[in-house]
């Protein structure tokens, strides 16, 4: 596929979780209707497996061992900025087959239901069994703003009709 550019994106924020939920809505019902597209590399399945990927992982374990210290004292350091404005695109996870994990090829209604289930999960008493490698403790209030944030980020790269 061709490389993105910024326009071929959508800005989009996230303030809670029914925001979030609600996008998803949405996005079910332009795929329903066969009007649901994505830019970039990914299929629409593939963005929703990631983000939902990366929501489970907080309780069933993170595929990636945790950076060197200095880097993740730095991602800490940047964390309350990252859970305030925007997380980068293009970014990497070295020594990672494809830069990240949660990534490999799923139906899209498949990949809703796990994304659903994981807010459901952000949502309910049990607490996050794993630490983020990256990020190491953190509030669920930061875990819930960090996975608004990442879904942010890939969302921007579906597209439907009336999405503007």
């Known amino acids: 596929m061709s490389k993105t550019t910024p326009t071929d994106r959508r800005d989009l924020n996230f303030a809670t ?31 929703l497996g990631h983000v ?26 940047q964390l309350p900025k990252m859970l305030k404005g925007k997380m980068p695109s293009g970014v990497r996870i070295p020594g990672v087959e494809g830069g990240t ?24 008493d049990e607490p996050a069994t794993y630490h983020s490698p990256a990020f190491g403790e953190m509030s669920m209030a930061d875990r819930i703003e960090l996975n608004l944030r990442h879904a942010e980020l890939h969302f921007s790269f579906l597209r439907y009709p009336g999405d503007g």
Do not use: C
Not at 21 to 31: I, K, N, V, Y
Not at 52 to 71: N, S, T, V
């Open 52 to 77: 939902a990927a990366w929501i489970h992982y907080g309780w069933e374990g993170y595929p990636i061992k945790a950076p060197p210290f200095f880097i993740r004292w730095y991602l800490r350091w």
């Open 101 to 124: 994990t949660g990534a490999e090829p799923v139906e899209f209604a498949e990949a809703l239901a796990n994304m659903r289930r994981g807010i459901e999960r952000l949502e309910s």
């Open 17 to 47: 979780l029914d925001d979030l939920r609600a996008e998803l809505d949405r996005l079910e019902m332009a795929e329903q209707r066969g009007e649901l597209s994505a830019v970039g590399k990914w299929t629409p399945g593939q963005i």
